[in-house]
């Protein structure tokens, strides 16, 4: 009885040292999982802790839990849990890889760590050690728990709203390689007893982390620059579309005097039909042009002067009611809040067989700033709870517009929500303008 107590404290606190490694692969994944995917992952790894205590029961009450046993069992249930994440939450096969290596090489450290203390504390490499090592090794994840946490969002978090394959292509195989590396290296029943053995084992997990951590820096970097270029260019476009037109205004105004001349000619002539039809072709001039818009602020002018010019091409009618003069949040930030939102705007509009339309109003009350996009579209949309899924990606991938506008908003201190009511759609952001 007394031995069975003792396989069953010793199963409980193997069991117990894979919790922390199956909360740290589903960190970087959190927000991308729904309710409903939770319950069934929580579900599942309880059902496989369950599993594993009774193979480690039978193993312990039949033959005897040693570090050969303790270490197949620890790697099989990881690559188990692996496969179940990789099913459950799809479409990231390969930063799930990534996430297991990263988890692993943790592991590696804290159990070598609490297999070098339990050594000195004259265990060996039984049961009792087992347990012994099981129990320092969850203390230092408990410890450990915030930074570790922050580790896993940093590298592969930011990464997940991008489109960046390629990277995933390269980065995943360098933490997996170097923790079998280090596992085979040692034959199984190895036990981690002198300080060499701890140094080499803790090196190498934390070369890979180190590396890791450095790929994601600049890769994290580089899509900053890249971005940085793409506002940059943007910005251009916006500032030599309201350019031309600012020509074209000192152009008909260099020419008005001549056309006042050419209609008091006419009227002097008395040709009334000529006047006539001198005054439909200025018309007809004038309608194929779009009307600088003034807020206040020449940037804001400009990208609503490029989305009203696209409007234009596309029949759809754009009116601007906005006085947006000393904004105190950052030019860059904010038209590109307001270009994606009338990139998408225009967009959806431009697909809509009924009446086309984009409505921009701003709002200033106190420190806080209101900005609404509305339009017309075709009234289906692709939302789950507070996320709204593009029509332009794979299914069950937020679009990059609303990614980047959610996080400036929150940049900002502010905030945006995007509600559809019929054929019409609103996107209102709420920004602090102190």
Known sequence: ?????????????????????LLLRIVPFYEKISAKDKCRLTAIYLAGLAVDFGICMW?????????????????????????VNVQIVRGYTKVHLFVFGIVADIVMI??????????????????????QTSVIAIIIYAVLYPLLRRLMRYTVTPFLEIDCKNYWDSIWFIPIALFFASIFSDSADVYTSTFGQMLSKCLIGAATILLCIAIARDHQRFRNEEKMNQ???????????????????????????????AIKGLLDADDLQGLRDYC?????????????PYTGNAAADGVLYHYGCLAKAKN????????????????????TILGNALDNAVTAAGSYEGERYIEVFSEKK??????????????????????????KREKG???????????LCGKNGGTCKFEADGNRFQASFLLKNM
Not at 10 to 21: E, G, K, N, Q, R
Not at 280 to 292: A, R, T, W
Not at 316 to 335: M, N, Q, W
Request: with cysteine; glycine share 8%.
């Open 1 to 21: 009885m007394e031995n069975t107590l003792m396989i069953g404290v010793v199963s409980l606190l193997c069991i117990f040292a894979h919790v922390p490694s």
């Open 59 to 83: 193993m312990g009450i039949n033959q005897v839990i040693d570090v050969p046993f303790y270490k197949v069992n620890l790697i099989v249930f990881c690559i188990v849990m692996a496969v």
């Open 110 to 131: 804290t159990l070598a760590v609490g297999a070098y203390i339990s050594s000195h504390l004259g265990m060996q490499g039984d049961a009792a050690g087992i347990a």
């Open 231 to 261: 506002q940059i260019d943007q910005q251009k476009g916006y500032y030599q579309a309201l350019t031309g037109q600012v020509l074209a205004e000192r152009e008909a105004r260099h020419n008005f005097r001549h056309q006042v001349a």
């Open 280 to 292: 439909d072709n200025l018309e007809l001039e004038q309608m194929g042009k779009v009307d600088i």
């Open 316 to 335: 759809i009618d754009f009116s601007v009611c906005c006085h947006l003069k000393d904004l105190s949040i950052p030019d860059t930030d904010f038209c």
């Open 366 to 391: 106190h420190d806080m700033l209101l900005i609404t996009v509305d339009n017309s579209f075709d009234g289906i949309l692709l939302q789950e709870k507070d996320k709204i899924y593009s029509k």
């Open 397 to 407: 991938e937020e679009g990059i517009g609303i990614l980047s506008i959610k996080k």
